[in-house]
């Protein structure tokens, strides 16, 4: 059974840090691309970050550059998005993604909301 469950979101003021896990089972996750997506009320799903299986390439979105850090381990199956100089617009349900051809296995989301 395949299960992707993030955690780690939560309630930060502007300038704070998060760190959010994605743990995956039920697939072979070296072999799998990891995303964090991002959607904020009113708006479309968008990528944040993404990793390469085994981690040597790493892209952002230009909003996120220089603040949030992506990486994984592969012995533990996890996913991390280390959020640094949270802005409140950093406010959305953050969603991982695990991809590897045209298979795609998505978590349920964590909330993080940005606010003085």
């Known amino acids: 059974q395949v299960q992707v469950v993030e955690s780690g979101g939560g309630l930060v003021r502007p300038g704070g840090s998060l760190r959010l896990s994605c743990a995956a089972s039920?697939?072979?996750?070296?072999?799998?691309?990891m995303s964090w997506y991002r959607q904020a009320p009113g708006k479309e799903r968008e990528l944040v970050a993404v990793?390469?299986?085994?981690?040597?390439?790493?892209n952002y979105a230009d909003s996120v550059k220089g603040r949030f850090t992506i990486s994984r381990d592969n012995a533990k199956n996890t996913v991390y998005l280390q959020m640094n100089s949270l802005k409140p617009e950093d406010t959305a349900v953050y969603y991982c993604k695990a991809r590897f051809g045209l298979s795609s296995y998505w978590g349920q989301g964590t909330r993080v909301t940005v606010s003085s």
């Open positions: 039920g697939f072979n996750f070296s072999s799998y691309f």
């Open positions: 990793i390469t299986s085994y981690g040597g390439t790493t």
